[in-house]
């Protein structure tokens, strides 16, 4: 049966067009006539149906299904050209994985520790995208995931890596702080939330023993990498991994004021979709990462702070 998909030409030249909105320009950029790009146009718009283009007497401007459908060409043009590049620098030989993950785990811990499995592994290339939300692996070209939360994904294998023991660190600089500090004296702080672990204040403060009542409030931002930044500034105290934020503790930009670790209840995963798990390169991805943890970061002693 004959895929209903328009020639390539066709969609080069309404990618092109779309972005400058000017068939003029997507003629200069493609090195084609304009009556051959309103030709590509024309014979797409007739091969769909649809209207992508209004025609105006100052140019074109798209229709509401040409914005819609111009997004999804160019993101499939982008894929195509993404994998037509790996493939050329692969020249037909080893491995590409695509690997979905946390972007300051991704900085922070996995990326020092790469070379040792690329020695191991140089005919595999590893690729890493920034995700910090589920999503369903059919609808992307990611191999596997680093996850934190809790190991559902369906269709899928969810290997455990490690847990979180995060600790309140701060600026030595920040108004009120001290090297020892209460858990009760931390409360007294300005306390930076992360969005995606909106509860993280009120369970470290529950496991220590304290009820406060604004564990709740403070500035909110995504990613630890954010919340460290803002700590150094000293806007507040916030609840970090120390394994993540080892340079600022040990150049003293940050200080841990109170030891106690909360053990968190979700934990990192490496995530792999069923119909990939056997793949030979990502299988010994798999098993190096698992033991990488397993090493480093399995227990709070492990996590705990470098001893001043």
């Avoid at 111009?70 to 043009?77: E, N």
């Avoid at 106690?260 to 390169?281: L, M, N, T, W």
Wanted: proline share 7%; charged share 20%; aromatic share 10%.
């Amino acid at each position: 049966m004959r895929r209903k998909i328009p020639s390539t030409a066709a969609l080069l030249a309404f990618n092109a067009a779309a972005r400058h909105e000017s068939f003029t320009r997507a003629a200069d950029e493609l090195a084609l006539t304009q009556s051959a790009v309103c030709r590509q146009i024309a014979a797409l718009e007739e091969f769909l149906g649809v209207a992508l283009f209004r025609r105006t007497r100052r140019g074109v401007r798209l229709t509401e299904a040409g914005i819609g459908y111009s997004r999804k060409v160019a993101a499939r043009l982008d894929a195509v050209e993404r994998d037509t590049l790996a493939v050329m620098a692969q020249r037909g030989s080893g491995a590409t994985l695509e690997i979905a993950t946390l972007p300051t785990i991704a900085t922070r811990w996995l990326l020092p520790r790469l070379p040792a499995f690329l020695a191991r592994r140089p005919d595999v290339t590893i690729n890493l995208s920034t995700s910090t939300r589920p999503f369903m692996f059919d609808e992307t070209e990611f191999d596997a995931a680093i996850y934190f939360g809790d190991a559902g994904w369906p269709g899928t294998e969810a290997h455990f890596l490690m847990r979180e023991y995060p600790v309140p660190v701060c600026s030595p600089n920040l108004p009120g702080a001290r090297p020892a500090m209460t858990p009760a004296e931390i409360a007294r702080l300005p306390l930076l939330q992360q969005t995606t672990r909106p509860y993280a204040w009120r369970q470290w403060f529950e496991s220590a023993g304290v009820s406060i009542s604004q564990d709740m409030s403070g500035a909110r931002l995504e990613l630890f990498s954010m919340l460290s930044e803002a700590a150094i500034q000293c806007l507040g105290v916030a609840l970090i991994p120390p394994f993540l934020i080892r340079r600022e503790l040990d150049e003293g930009w940050l200080i841990a004021p109170c030891p106690h670790a909360q053990r968190s209840e979700r934990a990192y995963y490496f995530i792999v979709p069923e119909r990939k798990a056997q793949g030979a390169a990502l299988m010994d991805f798999r098993d190096w990462l698992v033991a990488e943890t397993a090493r480093y970061g399995s227990t709070p002693e492990m996590q705990a702070p470098s001893p001043a």
